[in-house]
């Protein structure tokens, strides 16, 4: 495939992820055909499994990018984690669970510490 195919191809399907991650955190997962009694725990399966993945590839794309010195990529790192973050705080505020919104800033801190630091590209 070639490369402004597969950079297309991504990119399509990760606006498609997005957009359905903004359908789902403003009318939830009712609104599939989930038995109720199956839905709490679904969702807690869902929601540790993108965890599972999120964190898997923050730990082997930050490496990389940390490696690297890579200004532009612990940038894009750093926003799509602010972004992850600051929309889970909203929520989590709007939901008035406090304390999560007080992780997240936490975590946006602990993963920020070291992005910020890269400093200047590599040559």
């Known amino acids: 495939m070639k490369s402004t195919r597969s950079l297309s191809w991504f990119t399509t399907v ?4 997005v957009l359905w991650g903004i359908v789902f955190a403003f009318v939830g997962l009712r609104v599939l055909p989930v038995a109720r009694t199956v839905l709490l ?12 993945g999120w964190g898997t590839t923050l730990l082997l794309v930050g490496r990389i990018a940390l490696r690297r010195r890579d200004l532009e990529l612990t940038r894009s790192l750093l926003l799509g984690i602010a972004v992850w973050l600051l929309v889970e ?15 997240d800033v936490v975590v946006l801190i602990l993963f920020a510490v070291p992005l910020l630091a890269t400093g200047k590209p590599a040559r």
């Open 41 to 52: 725990p679904w969702e807690s399966a869902i929601y540790g499994a993108i965890m599972i």
């Open 89 to 103: 705080a909203a929520f989590s505020v709007r939901f008035g669970v406090w304390f999560n919104a007080g992780v």
């Open 14 to 17: 990760s606006i498609i992820l």
